[in-house]
């Protein structure tokens, strides 16, 4: 079931829990190796796959992530599959053709691959919103499967952009070339800027599978000091907890209410 929501700025985000689960065999590394000097103990990663489904005060309807896809996903080689985003949408009473705009943060199987169902796109009524710069650097099965599927659809910005009332995108580059984080008021649906706890508190932490962990590196530490001065609220795509609520000294839970 979906986890409760929360209202900010006239604007309703709900996170959706596409999945449960650890990495596969094909990608699976031990966290000291995933986050090189984290001083993690060697234990299985189970990550969250969120989405956010945001509802404006006109009840127009954002998708941001469209999860793992089905058992054919180009995901399905290292992410626990099938995804069951259309029942956390059918749990909150949304139907795939209400969602007017869906926000893909990058690429990566488990973010995008949901964008598309029986080779359709999955959200027939919706723009995709893509970063240039990712559309630049799509290659494989994301670029033939998904991106070829939905590019009638596509709504591509370059990198600051309003994509819907109350939405805005900012290119956060590192993760992927086009990487995007997503606003709405005070909270921050981060995609992959920030994958496990351990980089709230050190966001010079590399992530093995960042495309470019330098500028990864440099991007994260450099949005989350602003998020934090803002005391903004994180949505994040991996953490247990879908809200934290940046202080300046780390992060607490935000209740849905």
């Known amino acids: 079931m979906p986890h409760r ?8 985000v709900t996170p959706l829990c596409d999945a449960v689960g650890p990495m596969g065999p094909a990608i699976r590394r031990p966290l000291a190796e995933l986050f090189a000097g984290c001083g993690l103990p060697d234990e299985p990663w189970v990550l969250h796959f969120h989405c956010y489904l945001l509802r404006d005060a006109a009840g ?6 469209t999860g793992i896809g089905g058992d054919d996903s180009p995901a399905a080689v290292w992410a626990p599959v099938p995804g069951r985003l259309a029942g956390e949408l059918a749990a909150v009473g949304v139907t795939p053709a209400e969602i007017g ?11 995008a691959s949901g964008a598309v169902a029986g080779g359709r796109p999955a959200f027939d009524n919706a723009r995709y ?3 240039q710069a990712e559309l630049d650097a799509a290659a494989g099965p994301m670029l033939d499967d998904v991106v070829s599927t939905i590019k009638d659809q596509l709504h591509v910005v370059e990198g600051d952009a309003d994509v819907a009332p ?7 580059p ?11 008021g005070d909270v921050a649906m981060t995609g992959d800027l920030v994958l496990h706890p351990v980089q709230l508190d050190d966001p010079g932490l590399p992530y093995l599978y960042d495309d470019d962990q330098e500028a990864a590196a440099r991007t994260r530490a450099q949005t989350l000091a602003a998020l934090r001065g803002q005391g903004a609220i994180l949505a994040t795509a991996h953490f247990g907890e879908p809200f934290l609520r940046l202080t300046p000294t780390g992060a607490t839970p935000v209740s849905g209410r």
Do not use: C, F, K, Y
């Open 60 to 65: 127009r309807l954002t998708l941001v992530d």
């Open 101 to 111: 705009t869906v926000v893909l943060t990058h690429l990566h199987g488990d973010h």
């Open 129 to 131: 919103v893509l970063q």
């Open 5 to 12: 929501p929360i209202t900010v700025s006239g604007v309703e």
């Open 166 to 172: 109350g939405v805005r995108v900012h290119l956060a």
């Open 174 to 184: 590192g993760h992927t070339p086009g990487h995007q984080i997503v606003r709405a």
